[in-house]
Every structure is written in structure tokens, then in C-alpha cells.
């Protein structure tokens, strides 16, 4: 199992992004993984490092496609082999 914690948002469309976060969030929950959102970050479970990673890059296009022109990415992963 792996968990992630991943916060994503532009940094170049002022103060307020939320709208932004929102729709990376909804590009997350739309990939089936178990995601549970808090205020800094999201918590992303899945069964491999590629899931991952997938998830990561469909918030980012969700992101990218509303038309920031600069993202910030944190990912941290906790990958648990026992």
C-alpha cells in the first residue's frame, strides 16, 4: 500500500485559488483511488507508485487546462513494504 499527501495549485493567478484546487480534487476522486481532501492537502491511497503518479498528473492537466500558467506541486509518499 502507499500513501501520498499532495497539494497542487497555481501560483500565478493571485490569492484565491480554491476553484483551481477544486477541480485538481475532482481529477483526483475521478481515478477511483480512496482520496480524502483536508485543508493543506489531499490523501491519496493506492496499490502502486504508478497510480500515484497518474493521479498526480490528471490534477495537474485539470490545472493546466483552466489556464494557469505556473503550478506548485508537493507529493510526499509513504510506500510501506511489510
Known amino acids: 500500500m ?3 499527501e499532495l497539494t497542487i495549485f497555481p501560483t500565478s493567478e493571485g490569492v484565491s485559488v480554491s476553484r483551481y484546487v477544486k477541480e485538481a ?3 483526483l476522486e475521478e ?3 480512496k482520496c480524502e481532501s483536508g485543508a493543506m492537502s489531499t490523501t491519496i491511497e ?3 507508485l504508478k497510480s500515484i503518479f497518474d493521479a498526480v498528473e490528471r490534477a495537474h492537466e485539470a490545472i493546466v487546462k483552466m489556464g494557469a500558467k505556473r503550478i506548485h506541486i508537493d507529493l510526499h509518499v509513504d510506500h510501506r513494504l511489510d
Open 25 to 27: 480534487v475532482k481529477a
Open 31 to 33: 481515478t477511483g483511488l
Open 2 to 4: 502507499i500513501l501520498a
Open 46 to 48: 493506492a496499490p502502486d
